[in-house]
């Protein structure tokens, strides 16, 4: 059977499995295409070190991994999935960080400083989003990885560890911070590479400047209020701008985000005042008011105006269909 699965010519789901022999390990690594074993609590080494040689392999259900495992399995080809190890050994790290892709250890929980310092050779996307702190010392060492580095776990983040983040060259993901201090947006303002900050439900005036000056597209899309001030200041970036959490938008707001250039995300509105609308229009770039559930027709008709402003029509309250009366009994 593992013999004829290997022929097949596309990607290969086997999440069902949960034993596989060294036999049909060795079968299956000839599979030229991604291969899912995302239900396999355990394997054999024989058995990784053959299928190590997978172009792409989801082994996501491994809860444990030895030296000599990470070490075939860093030669691997494609992405490497490795989402249900609890814990990864310093020698582990050390052998995985040679691997030359992607590698996805979310369900780590935490990660010690030599295992961060192995991870700051490694080259290709990393994520750690189950880390829910991380040191000062694992972030200056992780911020030397090059590719993407997640961290979407962390719910704060020291001064000292944004400073040493923003040394990091490639996308950066901290979607799970809710808070941020003046001094850590200063820092993290000289990243560079996108950033994520999507779970921030507040910002000060003297952050958003800060941030102004971020080079690369930013996510502020937890963001459920934005002062006049610092709506100034965001709109001054020439990158993308995502401030989803918004659900009310004030005229002066309104003014500010009109003066951005480059993509304007507003996914949480669920109505524009005429005004708003208005003043928008003049928008130079994309807006995307994707969850507007209620516009009326002379907003609608001034969004219009601007051709890179999408906004569902159906939200338009002419075009809206009324519910139908209770049925009497």
């Not at 790290?93 to 369900?107: F, N, S, W």
């Not at 005429?274 to 002379?298: D, K, P, W, Y």
């Amino acid at each position: 059977m593992a013999e004829a699965l290997a022929n097949h010519g596309s990607y290969l789901d086997l999440n069902g499995l949960t034993t596989l022999s060294d036999e049909a390990a060795r079968a299956l690594a000839r599979h030229e295409g991604g291969l899912s074993l995302g239900s396999l609590s355990t394997l054999s080494e024989d058995a990784i070190v053959a299928l190590a040689k997978a172009q792409a392999l989801d082994g996501s259900g491994l809860s444990t991994i030895s030296a000599v495992t990470a070490e075939a399995l860093a030669g691997q080809r494609g992405d490497l999935f490795l989402d249900r190890l609890a814990t990864l050994p310093d020698d582990a790290a050390a052998a995985l960080a040679k691997h030359r892709g992607e590698i996805h250890l979310d369900g780590l929980m935490t990660l010690s400083d030599e295992a961060a310092e192995a991870f700051s050779a490694h080259k290709g996307g990393l994520c750690l989003n189950g880390l829910t702190t991380l040191s000062d010392r694992a972030a200056r060492a992780l911020a030397d990885t090059q590719g993407w580095l997640a961290l979407r776990g962390l719910t704060t983040l020291s001064d000292k560890a944004a400073e040493a983040l923003a040394e990091h060259s490639g996308g950066l993901s901290l979607d799970g911070l809710t808070t941020l201090s003046d001094e850590a947006a200063e820092a993290l303002a000289r990243h560079d590479g996108d950033l994520g900050l999507g779970s921030l439900k507040t910002l000060s005036d003297e952050a958003a400047w800060s941030l102004a000056e971020h080079t690369w597209g930013l996510d502020v899309g937890g963001l459920t209020a934005l002062s006049d001030e610092a709506a100034v200041a965001l709109a001054k970036r020439k990158e993308s701008l995502k401030i989803g959490g918004l659900t009310t938008l004030s005229p002066k707001v309104a003014e500010a985000l009109s003066k951005h250039q480059g993509i304007l995300e507003i996914r949480n509105l669920k109505t524009i005042s005429v005004e708003a609308a208005q003043t928008l229009a003049r928008h130079e770039g994309h807006i995307g008011f994707s969850n507007l559930t209620t516009i009326s027709e002379e907003a609608a008709q001034a969004l219009r105006a601007n051709p890179q402003i999408s906004f569902p029509e159906w939200a338009i309250e002419k075009n809206r269909t009324p519910r139908e009366p209770p049925e009497i009994l």
